[in-house]
């Protein structure tokens, strides 16, 4: 079994990425969306395990001191983390995982995972982006402004990333990502194991 | 117009990967195939400017002393080599140009363009890869025992490969290379324009 990719998915509020990994995991049975653990209560309908792992600070605060989540940050009063465990046994179970997470998280794992690979949706512009944001009609403009201003420092870290992913059509998107993903499991280094076999199968001719 | 990538595709002698360039060439628009230069003399039916671009000597070496090929080399009696120029019009024209060549070749490309893409295609297996030259029929035993044993040398430099691809079955091959460069154009290296570009709206609103 050859073991899966760790999928890093980042990108603004208003770029898709959340329907983007729904869809895919849906389509495709190759991937496994990561599950994140948090310290806050869960709300009706979360379920332990699917939306998220819920445990209380101390629980997860023996999480952090024993390194095993890959990143952790701490919004209002609350603990948010991505347990290793979950997505090393999905990987080696041989799936495709991906986390969605913001940039200063994406860059955490690249550290601690150096061949995972971090995608950034963008939607096709600046003009399109502020257009989505004001279209769902749930924001006040004071909201969106804050939100425009924070996707402009995040933009300013996508050069970090490895691939870019316009969002222009949510199935187009997701095929293009799926070739992504793909693609990325041909690659040399990721394919030793058979070429140090072929080597050997050469060396007995 | 977008710069077109430079596709370097090396494989074993049976590997099929003539067939692969071919097929893709013919089924997608955005694909060129380079054209490369020679001393030797055409042999009925090739063309100036389509099999190879022929020539002397003197207009070879008058190539290499003033940079323009990509890499050359020197078979028997006679020079072969990839000129610059005719790669860079159809880049520039945002054709994706595939070139086949041999390691050594694929490796000076590699040191003289840094962002070409080398895909290396294999067979299924080494066993594989020998009953599809003891197959052709047309081989001496002698021959086929050169030929593998050059194969084995070969495979020493996989690993200075971007790509590997299995060539169990040539449609899905070509599929796979296709998925291959459409995700090579969307890694983030080569859209710093598109990011520069969102950068700059940003700081406008």
Redesign the interface.
Known sequence: MKKGLLLVLSGFAGSGKGTIMKSIVEKYDRYALSVSATTRNPRPGEEHGREYFFMDKGEFEELIKNDKLFEYAQYVDNYYGTPKEYVEEQRNAGKDVFLEIEIQGALQIKEAVPDAVLI?V?PP???EL?KRLVGRGTETADVIERR??R??EE??G??K??????NDDIDACVE?LH??V???H???SR??P??DK??D???K?
Not at 161 to 166: F, G, H, N
Request: charged share 25%; no cysteine; net charge neutral.
């Open positions: 950034f963008m512009s600046v003009a502020k425009m201003k996707a402009g933009a300013k996508v050069d990333y490895d691939y870019l992913l316009i293009e070739g992504i793909l693609s990325e041909r690659k040399v394919n030793m058979t070429i072929m080597l199968d050469f060396s001719m």
